[in-house]
């Protein structure tokens, strides 16, 4: 028995709130200081490029870093526009936030690097900038399709924390049609082996029934792939054509663009 063809719509994710004006005047340029105009000091280390926040926090409580010559170890200590922040004898200063759309090709790995010397992601955005970034998550090997970088660590905590559920959506090629009992299972959510997985939406989108869109929150690691092959099916292509509202329109397999400014805004303000 066959499938009737149905067009598959993106749903407008509702975990974006569009920011009100007063909102947007509140961002600086580079994101990097809040409505009081500091920051922590573990973040602007963080921004430097010096080491990671978690790491930075550990400089902080052995005395390594200075500000504006005098030792602070106290944690949560806050730092204004100014302020001279020093890592030993190292003036540090904040990299600015960037945020790069990557249209991720196949056979390239979603990591900073690779002890086999496969291919990574990095590779494709090595000229892109002179700051420190790396992947929002990650798409494997075989998959293809939006990945975001950024040396935003906040942003980027946020994106890929299971509380905020944000919205993907994927297009998918198995390698025999899919069966209509098995379309209304995943449509009522199924049980893999680390847990329940509900579908916001799933839909034939051709007449054989071998190409699918699937609408998903979960950030599980391969859940598309592996809820397909828990019905017996084989992926044999898998792109991901949306996330967090950001598409690949008008960006070629293999290329990458910086987010514009209000891309950025409402990315930021995702609840």
């Known amino acids: 028995m066959g499938f009737e063809q149905k067009p598959f719509r993106k749903k407008r994710d509702k975990n974006i709130q569009k920011p009100t004006p007063a909102k947007r005047r509140r961002i600086d340029k580079n994101n990097t200081l809040d409505s009081k105009g500091t920051t922590?000091?573990?973040k602007y280390i963080a921004q430097s490029g010096v080491c990671s926040r978690r790491e930075a926090d550990n400089h902080i409580k052995a005395g390594k870093i200075k500000v504006n010559s005098k030792v602070v170890t106290e944690m949560g200590s806050q730092v204004k526009f100014g302020d001279k922040v020093y890592y030993g004898k190292k003036l540090l200063s904040k990299e600015r936030l960037v945020y790069i759309l990557l249209n991720k090709p196949k056979d390239f790995i979603t990591t900073t690097d690779d002890p086999q010397e496969r291919k990574t992601v990095m590779q494709l955005v090595s000229n892109a900038c002179d700051?420190?970034?790396y992947p929002v998550g990650r798409l494997d090997r075989n998959t293809t399709g939006i990945l975001l970088l950024t040396n935003d660590g906040e942003l980027s905590k946020k994106l890929t924390h299971p509380s905020y559920e944000i919205g993907k959506v994927y297009q998918?090629?198995?390698d025999k049609p899919l069966d209509e009992d098995h379309?209304?299972?995943i449509k009522e959510g199924i049980e893999l082996e680390?847990?329940?997985i509900k579908i916001d939406d799933i839909a034939v989108l051709d007449k054989a029934g071998l190409a699918l869109g699937i609408e998903i929150h979960s950030g599980k690691n391969r859940v598309v792939r592996r809820i397909f092959e828990s019905f017996g099916y084989d992926v044999l292509r898998l792109d991901r054509v949306m996330f967090a509202g950001l598409t690949k329109k008008d960006l070629p397999r293999g290329?990458?663009?910086f987010l514009k400014d209000?891309?950025?805004v409402r990315l930021k303000y995702l609840n």
């Open 40 to 42: 922590r000091l573990n």
């Open 183 to 185: 379309l209304a299972k």
């Open 255 to 257: 290329k990458w663009r």
């Open 131 to 133: 700051e420190r970034i």
């Open 194 to 196: 680390d847990g329940k």
């Open 172 to 174: 998918a090629e198995l």
């Open 262 to 264: 209000r891309e950025i």
